[in-house]
């Protein structure tokens, strides 16, 4: 028996764990550095994050090296986010204060979103009223995505197919 003391896993931990899984669908492709996954709520189309693998406590705990390499993912996700949804901006969230551990958030920003909230930063939205990621009504993007950040050569091989073993 052993006295050390496990640190509680966090949201972040479990869906990096599903994902390596198979068992996550709302992932969309493997970066170099962690894991695309579709937000759980769309309240734009294309909202998503990038969960880093390992999961670290935050930005400052990765090395030079794996530092750039998280940020330039990130980057390239929001180029990649660009081209298939037709936004006209994206903005890039790395808070970590509800879930701290280190985590994107990459948000498709629309010229079509309503007035009042269209130069509003994204948590003015209603999460709460916002349509679930779903699989079959989003898998195009999501199939989209996957094909031009392939394309871009920022993708790793994906063990199993999204959501495979869920």
Partial sequence: MTNEKQEPQSEIHRHVAAAREGREPRVAARLFSGWVLFGERQFVRGYVLLLPEPVVPSLNALAAKER?????????????????????????????????????????????????????????YDWTAAPAFDRKAHGALAESLRAELTRMGVTKPMRFDPGANS
């Fill in 68 to 124: 750039a390499q998280f940020l330039i993912d990130m980057a390239r996700l929001g180029d990649a986010l660009l081209k298939v949804t037709g936004a006209v901006r994206i903005n890039y969230a790395i808070l970590g204060n509800v879930e701290p551990v280190l985590h994107a958030h990459v948000i498709p920003r629309y010229a079509d979103e309503p007035e009042a909230l269209r130069t509003a930063h994204p948590w003015a």
